[in-house]
């Protein structure tokens, strides 16, 4: 088995599919096959199919957030669009863009925002069944599959197909986004809405820091950086820090680098989210659902007034 580190070995094998397509593939093993290997070996050839997997997601996250993004004229003033899935769990078919003046709180920001990348998952989803594209959610579904059949009780859920997979890495990372940019904003009441979103724009480490979380220790991670007060909102600006340059507030971090994660390693290893890195080239995944979370904050005045507060 390679000693090579797994993200570096998910972002390759990313590019490599993005670049040669079907070509890129071999075949899998069935679940049969498998079974009959020692535990051991078992767990060797599933730790390699695992970066496939990863990768194959990676492609289509990257393509699903840089498909939003790119599409937001067609939905405006905001580019968000309410599909009722945060209240149905359902994706319509033509979803109602957000009118002005919607979006008056993080909360409302939280769940246009999901709205509208579960609304692009699930075209983007559509224009890969093309034949010209089908192999590569063809290819999810198999591996998927794979998993499944060797998966703990508490992920099979997860895996049972194609959108519940990527569904919740993009749930959780647009929530939690959303959640952060909140509770940077509270540490910056001095500035005017532009400074503010100059500063969060450049505090995208701590989204990373959760996206490089396993699945089965994130939910400590996460509880971690929860308020214990219900005044404060979602996360408590205890955790955080505004880092300064001359005195000037430059970015936000976490305060402690400790995110409360087991040191017990998890069965099911996940090699972190796969929107950390990009097959394209352009910005990673999570690097746009970052920035366009900022700009969202801006634009619907949750940053407050371009203008600086008096005294």
Known sequence: MSTEAPVPRVAARARELRRSGPEALSPLPRAEQLARKSAARRQELLDELRVELYAVCSVVADEVVHRARRERPSYPPYGLVRSMHSQTRMVVADPDPVPAGAVDSFKALGMAYVDTTVFHLHRRLEELR????????RRLEELLALFRAFAEPSVKERMRDTP???????HFGTGVCVQLVEVMDALLPELPAGERAAVL??????????AGVNVAQVVGAYQHLQARAARLGWMDPERFVVVRNDGVPWRIDLAD???A?????????TLGCPARSSPSGEMSAI???WSWCVELAR????????AAEPG
């Open 130 to 137: 093309q034949p010209e594209h089908a192999w590569l959610p």
């Open 164 to 170: 519940s997979f990527l569904y919740g890495g993009l």
């Open 201 to 210: 724009d450049r505090s995208l480490r701590p989204a990373l820091r959760l």
């Open 257 to 259: 680098d400790d995110l």
């Open 261 to 269: 994660v087991a040191d017990t390693p998890p069965t099911y290893t």
């Open 287 to 289: 690097a746009v659902l």
């Open 299 to 306: 634009t619907t005045g949750l940053l407050g007034s371009e």
